[in-house]
């Protein structure tokens, strides 16, 4: 069983190959979110697929992936890339770029009658872009056995995530329409024009 004390040090071992340039690829390390992700990872069974991000080694072990081959990946150059298909693991280092795969998962799954669900992760500053708030919309109204979970740690590389968004990240404060009536057509003025 991973606990949190098998978590941090699985990490700590990580950062000091990385150190000694063992590891000769970016790897991003997690700390300080183990408690969350074990809680988590408790409605997440052993069939569910898991759509990860750019710093995966915690959900790939809480995945019950074998902490062997999940560090040789990472050894080997693919810590932000890790593909794990027949543990229904991905990870992508695409910002945001896990979601509509995931969210197509999902829908597979429907439509299959399947009973696995899907787990997509993202960190904050993902969950701020289009494609991530088009997804949760679709999968909403589309009723799909999909989880999104934002990682957030206030910041995107070394953006602080409020700084690049301002406050009330990751959901709106305020939705304002408009509704009017159109002057003008989709495109053009509505009118026939003859070019000489």
Known sequence: MVTKEF???FE????????????????????????QLLEIFKSVKSDDWIFSTHRSHYHALLHGIDPARV???????????????EHHFFS??????????????????????ASQRVWAFVGDMAAEGGVFHE???????????????????GISTNTPTKKAWGEGTA????IRYEH????YPHYGSGKWVTFS
């Open 12 to 35: 700590e071992e990580i950062s000091e190959l990385f150190t000694a340039g063992k590891i000769k690829a970016p790897v991003h390390l997690s700390d300080g979110n183990e408690d």
């Open 171 to 174: 959901q709106a404060k305020v």
């Open 135 to 153: 997804c949760i919309k679709y999968a909403g109204k589309n009723d799909l056995p999909i989880t999104f979970v934002i990682e957030d740690n």
């Open 92 to 113: 992508s280092a695409i910002v945001g770029g896990n979601t509509p795969i995931a969210l197509g998962v999902a829908m597979g799954l429907k439509r299959d009658g």
């Open 180 to 183: 009017k009536k159109e002057k």
């Open 7 to 9: 978590l941090i040090q």
């Open 71 to 85: 560090k040789a990946e990472i050894v080997g150059g693919n810590s932000i890339t890790m593909c794990f298909p």
